[in-house]
């Protein structure tokens, strides 16, 4: 054992003091079974010579009123066991030789040593990859089930990827390497549990501090991430040096570094912007492609009423509200779309105010498709609002007339 310390060390991560502490509490455990106490025990282990000598400490008694031999002993024994001296009353150190006791007792010894070295095995692991959360590792798929995938890094840890955990699209080969980040570490009963993700936002940002040198280097700072995993992306990034373009930087020369990121992310489309502290500024840059006429910001509520003209509408909300979804994400504001009216802003009328005549789910459809306000609808063609908020012909008339007369009156 002791001229394996140092290999524990290199491969189980337990030092030389752990693991001397794991010998004497083994000793301990195999004798407290046998004596019924340790109290009354000495362990000293000298590992530089490699040996261990255990020690009773016994109670010196009148001869036959030995009650307890492992607590006591009488004084004739006492002066035979190289104590010539011993008196009534006084303590006396027994030297216990544990080869003695069998071959029972060693494995008794050996069993308890096992275990208690697995234990720390697994408390170091815990350690090691609790400190770990958020960082990208890499494992071989060794099995795949309908749930989850295991994954084992280069020492053999366990990682696991939850389908729900995985990209859409990700389909792995036994024997083939996989990226992610480690999203949770959890040691319920002293059982480490390492799980992966590939859809964390983390996951993206460790790919980019990868691929692209000035983040690693810290001349550009990724601010904020939004991710509709296997869909589509958005990273603002900032740079710390005036000659240095972060958004180029990080696209590379014909999108030659973002590439690699986008493979990896099962062809994840995904828009890098340049940062910036102006909030207003910043969700317009978030609703790239599309171009903002103007935009009303409520701070306090962290919402934002941006106007575009009706051809951008369909471009600020995306494919099934991406666009949107994202820059709401980006920015960490609730982004309303509104589509530039001919007649004054102030006399058009939210259609959450029609509540009482329109069902909510009715209003829900329609502001899904960019349309927010009454006018907003009454200027959209009829057809348009039949194919893209999927709502049948009489729903929609039934809608638009009661639109009609709001105004009529």
């Known amino acids: 054992m002791v001229e394996q310390f140092a290999d524990f060390k290199e491969h189980k991560n337990i030092d030389k003091a752990t693991m001397i502490g794991v010998l004497e509490d083994s000793f301990r455990k195999v004798l407290a079974n046998m004596f019924g106490t340790d109290e009354n025990l000495d362990v000293i282990l000298n590992p530089d010579k490699g040996d261990v000598q255990i020690f009773q400490n016994l109670e010196v008694v009148p001869d036959g009123e030995v009650e307890n031999p492992y607590l006591q002993i009488s004084l004739s024994d006492a002066r035979a066991d190289n104590d010539p001296d011993a008196e009534i009353g006084e303590e006396h150190s027994k030297e216990i030789i544990f080869a003695d006791f069998g071959r029972r007792a060693i494995l008794n010894l050996r069993q308890t040593l096992q275990s208690k070295i697995l234990e720390l095995q697994k408390e170091a692991v815990y350690a090691k990859f609790k400190d770990l959360e958020g960082e990208l590792v890499s494992g071989e798929v060794y099995q795949t089930w309908s749930k989850e995938t295991l994954l084992l890094d280069d020492e053999k840890n366990e990682l ?13 080969r036994k024997g083939e390497t996989v990226r992610a980040v480690i999203a949770n570490v959890d040691n319920k009963n002293n059982n480490p549990k390492i799980t992966v993700s590939r859809t964390n936002v983390n996951f993206l940002r460790r790919l980019f501090e990868l691929e692209v040198p000035e983040i690693h280097d810290g001349l550009i700072s990724i601010r904020a991430v939004a991710r509709i995993p296997g869909e589509r992306a958005k990273v603002a990034v900032e740079s710390y ?3 240095i373009d972060p958004v180029g930087a990080c696209v590379g020369v014909k999108g030659s570094r973002i590439h690699g990121i986008v493979r990896e992310l099962r062809n994840e489309n995904i828009d890098v912007i340049n940062y910036t502290s102006n909030p207003s500024l910043f969700i317009q840059r978030a609703l790239s492609p599309a171009k903002v006429s103007s935009i009303r910001l409520d701070e306090e509520e962290k919402k934002a009423e941006v106007f575009l003209r009706p051809e951008e509408v369909s471009l600020a909300i995306g494919r099934n509200g991406s666009n949107i979804k994202l820059a709401s994400m980006l920015t960490g504001y609730t982004i309303d779309v509104y589509r530039d009216a001919e007649t004054p802003y102030d006399e058009d009328i939210y259609l959450d105010e029609f509540k009482d005549e329109i069902d909510e789910w009715v209003i829900d459809a329609l502001k899904n498709m960019g349309c927010v306000t009454a006018k907003s609808v009454l200027n959209t063609p009829r057809q348009d609002l039949i194919d893209k908020a999927d709502l049948e012909e009489g729903t929609v008339d039934n809608v638009l ?9």
Not at 160 to 172: M, N, R, T, V, Y
């Open 160 to 172: 696991l990827l939850p389908k729900s955990e995985a990209i859409p699209g990700d389909f792995f």
């Open 241 to 243: 040096d005036d000659r």
């Open 401 to 409: 007339a009661i639109l009609k007369a709001e105004f009529e009156e």
